[in-house]
């Protein structure tokens, strides 16, 4: 996804990649019962893609590190080989800390929970790492750093040279008393007697503690709480290239902070109504633009995604752009905007793609065209039938998380039965892979079946692959809405995927 036009996109077609079982952290045994609080809530790699964190719905950030660069050398070194050394790619863990606990709001009598809705990486600095934590009203800026344990190696007295000094003692009549100090205490028991007596030339046992750092261990302090400043549910923070300030989102309002000012933050997107009554869309995710500070997008509840520009105004109530399907002329339905709010959005690594995750598709726009986005993804186009159900049972409002890979030649996402799909984006490809959550991640993978992609013109090329046979399920295990895979993260700079179903994360590499 390089150069100024989508058809520079395509020199040759990308064969379609070979998934493999890379590793898996907190594997559920059969049977086992998962704590509602260890179940995953937030994937993110750092820039590098040498370290990974996951929070979960108890508060918990987890992170991860990159080995197996480390036992091959540096990556330059690796570069300079002549020939290609495949890796499997190998993630240990690092350490955890606790980033939220359950509060209550007194004035609002309101719980408030403690799961991990978002984790972003901040810049490194002198070995030290910096994330970004919020659950639904408060966001945290941690430092994790290895520190020095300092341990006393040695005490004031030597026990060999005690012994001696004893010996002189127990040879004068007076009953003597050695202090910590190594001086000694002359009395008798009748009375006391503040004398100290010393030996010529002091003694030569006496010295100082030596302090020793023998050992590391990993810390977590949280440096800033960003807090009081959401009415609403937090659904989105994201960095900004600058490194000095962020964004907070909720459903009504998107907040700029700077990293070191706590206690302020300006109101920059603000589209509540004078009246409540007259809301008919909340914001659902924002992020910003990967290289350039003054710009930032974010989706609707209604389907649709806006760019806005920084510098247009302080209070960005008018957008740049604005990109929205039209809706298809009688396909309207109870369900219609209901399955049409986004739930995700990232910009591509070069900033000029946005994806999006609505409930049933991914759709790729182009930030230069606004009409129609250049490629539509079905995720599990088998379940329209059953949306009465999906209604029913709460899963319709199931919010899927999204991912580009570093190179923007393919995108994934998550969906039912602990599946997740990956998609080849450039225009002809018909990639459209289908894996399980699992050591095995094709054991249920069903091969869909090829057709040509439409004749993408220069005004509106929409690509639509991956759509099952209604009432077909993707796993051959129709419609188990209880195990979701919702969370995904696709390694910065290699065909890498790290998702999560319930308590368990898996990795993968191709």
Known sequence: MKGNGAEDLSPGLSQPLEWKFSQVFGERAAGEEVQEVDIISA????????????????????LFERIDVRSHGSRKDL???????????????????????????????????????KIKWCQTANGALFLLSTNDKTIKYWKV???????????????????????IASSSMTPRRCLPNGGCYEGHDSHSSNDLSFPPGGFPSLH?????CQETSLTARCRKIYAHAHDYHINSISNNSDGETFISADDLRINLWNLEISNQSFN?????????????????????????C?????????????????????????????FEEREAPGSRSFFTEIIASISDIRFAKD??????????????????????????????????????????????????DCCLSGDGLRVATGSYGNLFRVFGCIPGSNEAATLEASKNPTRRQVQTPSRPARSLSSFARVVRRG????????????????????????????????????????MYYA
Not at 47 to 54: P, Y
Not at 299 to 304: L, V, Y
Not at 490 to 502: G, Q
């Open 467 to 506: 759509a099952e046979s209604p009432g077909v399920d993707a796993n051959g295990n129709s419609f188990d809405f209880t195990t979701k895979l919702l969370h995904l993260a696709w390694h910065p700079t290699e065909n890498s995927i790290a998702c999560a179903a319930m308590n368990s994360l898996y």
């Open 145 to 167: 750093q290895e520190k020095k344990v300092k341990k006393i190696s040695e005490m004031n007295m030597d026990a060999s040279k005690a012994v001696q000094n004893g010996s």
């Open 294 to 322: 003054n710009m930032l997008a974010y989706s609707s509840s209604k389907g649709s995604i806006r760019l806005i520009d920084l510098r247009q105004s302080a209070l960005c109530d008018k957008h740049s752009k604005m």
């Open 43 to 62: 994937i993110e790699f750092d820039k590098s893609g040498d370290h990974l964190a996951t929070g979960d719905r108890g508060g918990r950030v987890v």
């Open 79 to 117: 570069e300079k080989q002549d020939y290609p050394t495949i890796r499997h790619p190998e993630f240990r863990y690092k350490t955890e800390f606790q980033s939220h606990e359950p509060e209550f709001d007194y004035l609002k009598s309101l719980e408030i929970e403690e799961k991990i809705n």
């Open 351 to 400: 900033g000029r793609h946005i994806l999006s995750r609505d409930y049933m598709t991914l759709k790729l726009w182009d930030i230069n065209m606004e009409s129609a986005p250049v490629a539509t993804f079905q995720i599990h186009e088998y379940l329209r039938p059953k949306l009465c159900d999906l209604y029913e049972n709460d899963s319709i409002f199931d919010k899927f």
């Open 208 to 212: 100082l503690p030596v302090v020793t």
């Open 268 to 292: 920059i997107v603000d589209v509540k109504p004078a009246n409540m009554e007259d809301l008919t869309e909340v914001i659902t995710s924002a992020e910003f633009h990967p290289t350039h």
